[in-house]
């Protein structure tokens, strides 16, 4: 009895464990579907685009240069003596013709009168000589003496004019009298610097062009001029014009020595001072250009990628000269194109994309 007992509860708990295996199959067989039915999604690439037009491009580059006055030039003592006045101070603005100092003008003045004294009284002498000889109480000789003494008495005269005039040195130029270099009272010496005198109204700038750019470069060419700052005064650039290319490069530093011309009118720029030049190497006129790394080389083939409708297309491109870090592109595109200039090397043709910032 016992034994049947024991049958009956083994057959018992096959029977549960054959429905709970079965139970899990149908579990496993039900959630099978559901995995399967899930579809692959698409992968949009994100890239930065540009639209293409047509414009003129610039090739320019930028070289230090430096200031120097349009006459900068030191009058010198031409005789020798004390001082008596000097007319202008540091800082003046002089004319052309206007006298700077006088060097022991009022001694001259003395010999002048002296001298045209002198011949005035040759010329009277001569004359009562030339009657006398009329009447035959003097010779020829004598005569003829008068007259080179009063020849002599006029070269004198002219001498002491010249020297009269040396004694009061003007101004050259128009131009601001930079530095004084004598006091009044003191006794130079002939060739002894008077004053410095500057003309600032124009300036030159300098510039050292390198082999390489030389030939882009030709006289009357409009270069733009600024101070070592951002900008230059006013934040504007002063526009000047090449003046003058050296032919021959410098022995040191193989370089042409360049002056540009520019107005200064407010004398806020001043010699010396540091400045950029630049200059234009070449122009294009309204050409379509693409950056440099936007292009995808392919077996010696030049690529681009523009999109349409959210699809990267590859397009096939003829390039032409080189602007700074942008090409020309001579076939291939049209105005009005998004260009795509980030992200191009993750791109295929036909592609899902996302324009950034949209």
């Known amino acids: 009895m016992r034994t049947y007992k024991r049958s009956r509860v083994a057959l018992w708990f096959a029977l549960i464990c054959l429905l709970l ?37 610039e090739e320019a580059f930028t070289l230090p240069a430096s200031l120097e006055a349009w006459e900068d030039l030191t009058i010198a003592a031409e005789l020798a003596g004390p001082v008596e006045k000097v007319h202008y101070s540091e800082g003046d603005a002089v004319k052309a013709g206007d006298v700077l100092l006088e060097i022991d003008s009022d001694t001259i003045n003395s010999n002048l009168v002296r001298d045209a004294e002198n011949v005035a009284v040759a010329e009277r002498k001569l004359e009562r000589y030339q009657q006398l000889e009329k009447d035959g109480l003097v010779s020829r000789q004598d005569v003829d003496d008068l007259e080179n003494s009063l020849a002599a008495a006029r070269a004198a005269v002219q001498t002491t004019r010249i020297q009269l005039a040396k004694s009061k040195p003007k101004a050259p130029v128009n131009g601001i009298v930079d530095r004084i270099y004598v006091d009044r009272g003191e006794y130079i010496e002939m060739g002894k610097p008077l004053l410095r005198l500057v003309q600032v109204d124009r300036l030159k700038v300098i510039a050292d062009v390198p082999e390489k750019d030389v030939s882009y470069l030709h006289l009357g060419q409009a270069v733009e001029v600024m101070t070592a700052g951002i900008t230059a005064p006013d934040g504007q650039a002063i526009e000047g014009r090449i003046e003058h290319i050296a032919y021959a490069a410098d022995d040191t530093t ?7 011309v520019i107005a200064n009118k407010d004398r806020r720029l001043r010699p010396g001072m540091i400045v950029r030049a630049v200059f234009v190497r070449r122009k294009l006129d309204d050409v379509i250009s693409v950056p440099m790394y936007a292009l995808i080389d392919r077996d010696g083939d030049k690529f681009v990628f523009v999109v349409t409708d959210g699809i990267a297309h590859e397009v096939k491109v003829t390039i032409g000269r080189s602007i700074a870090d942008r090409i020309v592109i001579e076939s291939g595109l049209e105005v009005g194109q998004q260009l795509v200039v980030k992200g191009q090397q993750l791109l295929v043709d036909g592609a899902a994309v996302v324009v950034r910032g949209e």
């Open 21 to 57: 295996v079965s139970g899990c199959d149908k579990k496993q067989d039900a959630a099978v579907p559901a995995v399967a039915a899930e579809q692959p999604v698409a992968k949009v690439i994100p890239v930065g685009v540009e639209t293409v037009a047509r414009e003129n491009q």
């Open 254 to 260: 193989r370089t042409y020595r360049t002056k540009i």
